[in-house]
Structure formats: structure tokens, C-alpha cells
């Protein structure tokens, strides 16, 4: 018999995770949704604000960034791997000003395959994959890669 795996108590232990990290709560960064394999992200603006008035390019990058780890470790969970994911590398492009909440949405770069992953993971106990990020509208957009490491 096949254990279903509850993606709300998932999504709720990510928070909890995110929440327990000081930059992470003092942003205000918070999982929106996950729905077929795209993780959206929000933060509000009043806790990430510039000089300008606008999202500070930092906290661009930072939920971007978190985004596409959440993602990555809630695809380990959801196929009941426990493992440590790390942002390997990655490259942002700042494409227009941000005057309203941060919304990123991160989902799997196309020439990714979440099973081949998964796949590697298993056999050697760690695995790389790239994520794309984009922040709503177009104004920012991340790729990295993440690296995930089997517990224990």
C-alpha cells in the first residue's frame, strides 16, 4: 500500500522552517502556494523596501532564491527523501522596479527532469537540479542550481 504524503503538512513544515531563520522572518517571506510543481513565494514590500520606495534588490534575490529551494526540498519530501538543499549557484537578472508585495514563482527549468533526480539522488545520495524564478510581472528572474544532500 502507497503512504499518501499530505503537501499542506509539507508546505507547513517549510514554513516553519523559513520562519525559524531571523533574515528570512525579519522579510516577512512566506510560501503562497504550491501547485503542479510551481511554488509561489510572497513577501511584502513594507518589510523590504529601498531607498526608492521600491523592493530592495536583495530581497529580490532572496526570495527567489528561496523559492526555488522550497521547491526543491518539497519534491524530495513529497517522494520521501529526507535531505540538506543548498543553492549551488545562480544568476539574476533585474529587469524593472518593484513597487508592490515580492511575488516569486519557481518551477523546474525545462531541460530538468524532476525524475532523473530523483533518480540520482538515490543512487548516490546527492543530486544537482536547475530552477528558474521569476518575479511577478517580469521584473526579476533567477535560475540556480541546488544541490541536494542525503541526511545521515
Known amino acids: ?12 513544515e517549510l514554513q516553519r522552517t523559513l520562519a525559524a531563520m531571523p533574515p528570512v522572518a525579519a522579510m516577512g517571506i512566506r510560501i503562497a502556494s504550491y501547485d503542479n510543481g510551481v511554488l509561489r513565494m510572497q513577501a511584502p514590500l513594507d518589510a523590504n523596501v ?9 530581497s529580490l534575490a532572496s ?3 528561496l523559492s526555488g529551494w522550497a521547491l526543491v526540498s518539497m519534491r524530495l519530501a513529497l517522494a ?22 515580492l511575488l516569486a514563482t519557481a518551477r523546474l527549468a525545462p531541460e530538468q527532469d ?18 528558474r524564478a521569476a518575479i511577478e510581472g517580469g521584473a ?8 541536494a544532500l542525503s541526511k545521515g
Open 1 to 12: 500500500m502507497s503512504e499518501h504524503i499530505d503537501e499542506s503538512v509539507l508546505l507547513a
Open 50 to 58: 529601498n531607498d526608492k520606495g521600491n523592493a530592495f534588490g536583495g
Open 63 to 65: 526570495v527567489m532564491t
Open 80 to 101: 520521501g527523501k529526507q535531505a540538506e538543499v543548498y543553492v549551488a549557484d545562480s544568476n539574476i537578472r533585474y529587469r524593472a522596479p518593484v513597487y508592490g508585495d
Open 114 to 131: 524532476w525524475d532523473d533526480f530523483l533518480t540520482l539522488f538515490g543512487k548516490r545520495g546527492r543530486a544537482r537540479i536547475t530552477v
Open 140 to 147: 526579476a528572474e533567477f535560475e540556480g542550481r541546488f544541490v
